[in-house]
């Protein structure tokens, strides 16, 4: 039973679409996270959810919109998808924001063509 | 603004061997410090961590140093497993902040 899952595991698509990412943790953690994994390997976070209210946002086009519907789930939708967006996208989430460690799911390859 | 480095993207090593994967930060208000671990098609996995306030940490076959001075951390294995093939990653945090910035991490590969 896996404790952080996102899907779909991969997604190709052409520009100019718009997409979601589902992300649910079953682990009963309060907070829950964004990361993008660009070509250079960087993992950056993007976005932080604690019980449903966002608490980081960092510096990211606003064609991406997370929504959590409960403290189980982050979901992130992009839109107007662009050559710069492929990258893999990883879900994580923790006890707490003050946590110190993250608990990921398997990562989205997202390619847009 | 790359605030945390792992300078060597690949590390090969014989089985039984110590591995020594390094990473070096250019914050100093960075306070606490984790490696994660990363088997191809799945997410990071934690694997150990370090408060600045410590010098070294074990967990068996692993053990965490950080030389703040040098603003250096490194994770050593001991023995090297080929179990313990993946890519590496460090992280760094500052208190209160709750995000971490991480490395590009390094692919270690231990050779039976």
């Known amino acids: 039973d896996t404790a952080v899952s996102q899907t779909p595991k991969y997604l190709v698509t052409q520009m100019g679409n718009d997409k979601s990412i589902k992300c649910e943790q079953n682990?009963?953690?309060?907070?829950m996270y964004w990361y993008k994994q660009d070509s250079k390997k960087f993992l950056k976070i993007m976005f932080s959810?604690?019980?449903?209210?966002?608490?980081i946002n960092e510096t990211v086009p606003n064609r991406f919109s997370p929504k959590s519907p409960d403290k189980a789930h982050l979901n992130l939708h992009i839109n107007s998808l662009e050559l710069g967006d492929s990258a893999v996208y990883f879900c994580?989430?923790?006890?707490?924001?003050?946590?110190?460690?993250?608990?990921f799911g398997a990562g989205t390859r997202l390619s847009v063509l | 603004d790359q605030q945390v480095k792992q300078n060597s993207p690949s590390l090969s090593v014989q089985e039984g061997r110590i591995s020594i994967l390094n990473c070096d930060y250019t914050?100093?208000?960075?306070?606490?410090f984790l490696w994660y671990k990363k088997y191809p098609a799945e997410g990071p996995t934690f694997l150990i961590s370090?408060?600045?306030?410590?010098d070294k940490n074990e967990d068996g076959r692993f053990t965490v140093f950080l030389n703040k001075s040098a603003k250096h951390l490194s994770l050593h294995i001991v023995p090297s497993q080929p179990g313990d093939s993946a890519v590496y990653f460090c992280?760094?945090?500052?208190?209160?902040?709750?995000?971490?910035?991480f490395g590009t991490g390094t692919r270690l590969k231990v050779l039976a």
């Open positions: 994580a989430s923790s006890q707490d924001p003050s946590s110190n460690i993250q608990y």
């Open positions: 682990l009963g953690h309060d907070t």
């Open positions: 959810y604690n019980n449903k209210e966002l608490i």
């Open positions: 914050n100093s208000m960075f306070d606490y």
């Open positions: 370090i408060s600045s306030i410590k």
């Open positions: 992280a760094a945090s500052v208190s209160g902040t709750y995000k971490y910035i």
